[in-house]
């Protein structure tokens, strides 16, 4: 009898092994793995090619239970995957008649032009169990073999298909061998450093086995994980909790600002719940921190607008920086930060004003102000501040780094009972 | 003697298996090999296991002359690629003084303290070439085997040590094996479809065996693809751009907004050519047009600031958005559109001004106009006009797409000759 405990991925595509796309297939579906409790202990990639396809599937046939193919089932004379595995378990391919109605429904849906090639993709390995596609042409499919106690799975290669498919019929398919799942929960903190948070939390990490907890670093932020093995979800989650519950009650509980959650979320959902607005009036971020904000579906209830102030001209203009205040302290100042941090407040008619103005370089920068010198500023009605930061990386990095230390410092600021 | 003609990247580390990282390293390797002209059958990836890692290890060294493997390099005890690959190739390892000399240079530098473990970092296979890591603390190294023709190549993990010491040593290396090389660029083309390009072009792209053509599309733009074989950069190089001059004069020709670049690069290089200024109203994209065109190192030229108007109320105010027109046509209009690329044209004093307003959703969508109704505005002193786009996708896919075809617009209008 078939049982499933570990796995590999096995994605084919000549186009990952040219470095033309980054193999996001096998990240997710690992992590479903992980969470399912099935055990992967490797990983490959082969190229559209039958021979070794065939090769490096019987291998893998032989060090798992089960081995997960993504690509390679297109209507082209390339896609090969089905032909090649259905050979490797002994299947011919036979019409899947609901297969090929779905196919030419999909056509007639989006006004496309069925071709014979497309009709290849309704042929399945017989016996097997087949996938839809919600979201494409090409069906997924399942082979079983009981007697060896070996399966292989296929979905398409497009992240767009495959993940659907995956979630809707290849992790529900999984589920029913699964003794044992991971659950883990992300456990988002601010305002304190990883090392800090490893001290505080060294006793409680290394006598938890289950559930693990780990703390890891992200642009900016700490965030602890918390793994639990149990029999199910729902077993899971409540172990998890507990430990989320012990994590609150040490140094570090009072800068946890939230759970599975993300900075600009996390801000937008505290605002909401005190009835505040925030602006920014953002210079070397160009954009970037009211692109967070607003990247939270329902910011427009704290959110109404902000602006870009990026020439002296415009910070003068837009949001009222004294002509004195650049001339004597310049644009990347503490003083420019907190004229632009209260200017944009005021204009919008906000409760919270951001600001950001630095050297995201590559040039721009002086001895006095290198490149990643950035000021943050905040204003309240209560007051309004700026800090200096030092940052390092490329234009790109130093961009999202003001923009985490942004969210970061007003989520601070609304977390500390004082304010 | 060692020639390397072929190679296969196997990852270390169990935080991919687990789902945790996504692999760019294999991608980014992957693609180089693919310039050096050195051929990839295989990519694989195995946990921090050093059983497993030595069996992988061993049979890809019978498939292929070089395995660059990438992670397990640091102090830990879990870390054991170098002490694996060393007793996969026979050697032992011994002290490399530089290397030592240089980790603790870092750690004074970083102010950081150095523990043993890190001693582990500089002990290295003996006989090997080492490379410098200019970015971190693990050293990495070039294992050759002469006799059976085999060599193995380690790398950092982190994507931000093992880049720039592939560029600094790995690539290098292997440059002297290459007899031919790829040499790529890319064609980017906007205001044509990928099927018309690929209509006009395709007697060209059939008959072209080096240079080879081939047109792909993301995110709403169509790029050609050149790549020719050729002995050295130098010399594919010109094979490539003489491709390129028999495009450019085709029917497809008028299109192509640059080489190897990105809509926001063509974009600012076109307005600091025509000495314009440009600006943005956002709604929907909330900053991620002003933020795309700042990501361009040097944008201050031709950009001085823009406005996120999010509500109504900011609308009317900033940019003077009629609230006749509001209340008349609502706020995802063609009217209201034009209006704020007017309104924030005018505010910045620029010359062109761009406007997005629409339904990013989850939310807000109604029969009239569903989530991915998207109005954009461009407004010169010659007039103001707005285009209505439906949009597919989820609120991040929405908001991207909007911004590629407001800054698409621009580039297409400044290109034409009558404007």
Known sequence: MLKIKSAEILCVGTEILIGDIVNTNAAYISGRLAALGITQYYQGVVG?????????????????????????????????TKETAAAVMGRRLVPHAPSMERIKAYF???????????????????????????????????????????????????????????????????????????????????????????????DLMRSSENPTVAPYSKDGEVR????????????????????????????????????????????VRLLKERGLHITAAESCTGGLISQRITSVPGASEVYDGGVITYANRIKETLVSVPAETLAAHGAVSEETACAMAEGVRLLMG???????????????????????TVYIGISTPDGTEAKRFSFTGDRERIRLLTSSHALRMVLVSLMRPDI
């Not at 396809?53 to 893998?60: D, N, Y």
């Not at 589920?175 to 903190?189: E, G, T, Y």
């Not at 639990?228 to 989650?237: I, K």
């Not at 009650?249 to 996390?266: H, N, P, R």
């Open 48 to 80: 559209d090619n039958p021979k070794r396809l065939s090769a490096r599937l019987t291998e893998a046939l032989e060090r798992c239970d089960l081995v997960i193919m993504t690509g390679g089932l297109g209507p082209t004379y390339d896609d090969l």
């Open 224 to 267: 602890l994980r918390v793994t639990a093995a149990a029999d199910s979800a729902a077993a899971g989650l409540p172990l998890c909790d507990a430990m989320i519950a012990r994590v609150r009650g040490t140094e570090v509980g009072k800068w946890i600002y939230g759970i599975d959650t993300s900075l600009e979320e996390a801000l």
């Open 350 to 372: 906000a409760d919270i004003g951001i600001s950001a103005t630095g050297i995201a370089g590559p040039g721009g920068g002086t001895p006095e102000k290198p490149v990643g």
């Open 108 to 202: 007639e849906r989006s006004r496309g032009v069925m071709s014979a090639a497309n009709e290849k993709q309704a042929w399945m390995p017989e016996g097997c169990i087949v996938f839809d596609n919600s979201h494409g042409t090409a069906p997924g499919c399942v082979i079983e073999d009981d007697e060896r106690g070996k399966a292989v799975m296929m979905l398409p290669g497009p992240p767009r298909e495959m993940k659907p498919m995956w979630d809707e019929s290849g992790e529900p398919y999984l589920a029913k061998f699964s003794d044992h799942v991971l659950v883990s929960r992300n456990v988002n903190i601010c305002g304190i450093g990883e090392s800090a948070v490893e001290t505080i939390l060294s």
